[in-house]
């Protein structure tokens, strides 16, 4: 284990559902990170929290939902998802968003599939 | 932008072989590079971390170097085992945005 932890590893939903991904972390780390990864492609950082507050959101749709609220917890709340949302779901962790003498800490992910 | 390319994107090579995974990035002015493991389906496990003002570490059989003026780095696997078989991916932290910008990966086996 990493020390980054994410519920459900894997998940199947409609596009009408409404459903959340969970990310724990017990490292101490304050900031907190949304990757997905597609198949073929580089991973994509989504959103960036530091301190529970979100310093990122790299242009991601708004059926896409993060929640903060706390350093040790992150959610990403998705409705209304299309087929080409189906990806890994990765989150990640580090001491904080500008603190360089240490890397990152990923989760094992969600898999996601839309159906 | 900061792009990051990895060569070769898949490579297959007999157990026992030592083995050079490459990385290349376009801008130089990195905070640190990082050295990542996939196995398939799962999630990143951090293997290297390399700081700009470094020219390499070494963990076990892996080592990694980073060249900041010509924007490359280099994970060197001694001794290749099947279990070392996974995607391994190279990611950098700009300046500036203070992102970790990936590439996408050498797809690694190792055949007993």
């Known amino acids: 284990e990493t020390g980054v932890t994410q519920t459900p590893r894997h998940l199947v939903m409609g596009m009408t559902n409404k459903k959340s991904l969970k990310c724990e972390q017990h490292l101490g780390h304050n900031a907190m990170y949304w990757y997905k990864q597609s198949a073929k492609k580089p991973l994509e950082l989504m959103f960036v929290y530091n301190f529970k507050e979100q310093t990122e959101n790299n242009s991601v749709p708004s059926r896409f939902s993060p929640e903060c609220p706390n350093s040790s917890h992150l959610f990403l709340h998705l409705h209304t998802l299309q087929p080409e949302d189906s990806a890994l779901y990765l989150c990640?962790?580090?001491?904080?968003?500008?603190?360089?003498?240490?890397?990152?800490?990923f989760g094992s992910g969600t898999r996601l599939t839309v159906v | 932008k900061q792009e990051v390319t990895q060569i070769p994107a898949a490579l297959s090579v007999p157990e026992g072989e030592n083995l050079v995974l490459n990385c290349s990035f376009t801008?130089?002015?990195?905070?640190?590079l990082q050295w990542f493991r996939q196995d398939p389906g799962k999630g990143l496990t951090s293997l290297l971390l390399?700081?700009?003002?470094?020219r390499e570490q070494t963990s076990g059989r892996l080592n990694a170097s980073l060249d900041k003026s010509s924007g490359r780095s280099t994970l060197y696997i001694a001794a290749s085992q099947p279990g070392d078989s996974a995607t391994y991916l190279c990611a950098v932290k700009k300046g500036g945005a203070q992102k970790l910008v990936f590439g996408q990966g050498t797809r690694l086996t190792i055949n007993p």
């Open positions: 801008d130089s002015a990195i905070y640190n």
């Open positions: 390399i700081q700009s003002s470094q």
């Open positions: 990640a962790s580090s001491r904080d968003r500008w603190e360089s003498n240490y890397g990152y800490t």
